[in-house]
């Protein structure tokens, strides 16, 4: 029997919080594309990338929650709690520069993978004393840890200098009685090369989409990051080590510093894993990636064989007054509420579900999802998530919360579709923004996904939205466009 569409399940926004509150529905439901989880923890990709909303840190968040089932070991580092524009600035020993950048990612990235291995009984680091000591100093100075924020900021200003053991290789070696950094980093990257176990390690960093934009000093340093993961990572695939470090990243954000990245391409191209779920053009779209999650996900929380979630719709959405005016294909516009990403998607079917399970139109489970369902869904998830989403970008960014009430504000009072940069400088002006850059506040939201560029053809127009294509770049003396969604939650005047 066909389950009703209120029945469905389609997550919550956030993984963490879809763990926290029923971890078995969230390991249970969730959709791995191109089996993404067993490349990571193979050790075979260290770079996962994809626009914000397409289940990075879900993937991250899946890892740790099924270490018991499998014979993997996971730690996710949230980037948000460490100072990333500071990091060029720890004193490591060496003199300013990209190479100490790179130092200081190194140790930060090994005191943390360390600390990872140490928390397997089975990894033979367990009973080498050297480590054990020179992991507790760490610990102490407080490099390892929610705390390690305040230790790099204190690294900034002074040379560290850990004391050594008086045992074991280091101490043999070494005549000082301590080591900084800079000398310290080559014996980590021994250990962790030559630690064995019968489980695999894995290291992800997240957080890095929550600072996007923020300043020079951060693609510096995020540059610096991805090259020290890099260089790690090699030691450790060349030893034939126990796991890996993996980041989760914007591809556009790798697209800046790739520049600043002499193999960026081959990382790319051997070791990044991109989460890329968009929907393939005309009738295939229905076969799509992300039209699939939503299938799985549904079909796996019910423990049937095939959900297919378009067939609850009609082949038909009318828009307009009561829903008299224009009809489009069911897909089409469902598609053009979202970002062409997961979480858009899932939470635009979610808010929709909500509305059918509600009964105000009508408390029997219908086959075919009424038309005032579908609208009054649309509406909810238009206003409720979508408009925060947007705001949420902003965070990190230069002016902070300011920028992002300047930007919508701004918006709503074009009160129209279709628009450029001397009408949204004047909206601006108009609202006593005008100190603010324009143009920073388009390209944030062109990178958002809260406006697109119009873009003209041989034949016709066509919109430019940053998450459908991956060399999306703002035009900014051109025309934008209001994504459909926000169009929706403000009921703005439709066209030029």
Known sequence: MKPAYRDLYFGMSDARNEITEDESSFIKSYVDLNNASQALVNGRKFLVLGPKGTGKSALAWYLQATEREGSHLVHVRDATTLPLAEVPRVQTGQVAGPERTVVAWKFILLCNYLELLLSDKDCTLQFDKEVQRVAKLLRNFGFVGDASGRALLNASSTTIQIPLPKLGPIYKRESKPSLNIYNLVPYMETWVSQAL?????????????????????????????????????????????????????????????????????????????????????????????????????????????????????????????????????????????????????????????????????????????????????????????????????????????????????ALKALDKQQFNAKEFTAALEDLGHATISADKLLTLLFYAGAVGNMVAGRSESYMHFYHRRDDSEVYLKGSFILHNALVHAWNVHRGA
């Open 197 to 409: 176990s019968s489980s695999r390690h894995v290291l992800l960093v997240d957080g890095l989409d929550s600072i996007f934009l923020n300043d020079e000093k951060y693609d510096e340093s995020l540059a610096s990051l991805v090259q020290a993961a890099y260089a790690v990572n090699q030691k450790l695939m060349s030893s034939e080590a126990s796991g890996s470090i993996v980041l989760l990243l914007r591809n556009d954000a790798f697209s800046r510093i790739a520049l600043s990245l002499p193999d960026s391409q081959k990382m790319r191209d051997d070791l990044a894993f991109d989460l890329d779920w968009r929907v393939l053009s005309g009738a295939a779209g229905v076969n799509a990636p992300l039209i699939q999650l939503a299938n799985q996900k549904a079909a796996k929380a019910l423990d049937v064989e095939s959900v297919r979630v378009l067939e609850y719709f009609p082949p038909q959405i009318k828009v307009g007054q009561r829903g008299q005016g224009q009809s489009f294909n069911t897909l089409k516009y469902l598609l053009n509420m979202t970002r062409h990403t997961p979480r858009d998607l899932l939470r635009l079917f979610e808010e929709i579900r909500k509305v059918e399970a509600s009964g105000i139109y009508g408390s029997k489970p219908r086959e075919c999802l009424d038309q005032e369902v579908i609208r009054e869904g649309v509406l909810q998830y238009s206003s409720k998530y979508f408009v925060g989403a947007i705001s949420n970008e902003f965070a990190g960014a230069e002016g902070g919360p300011e920028s992002a009430i300047s930007a919508i504000s």
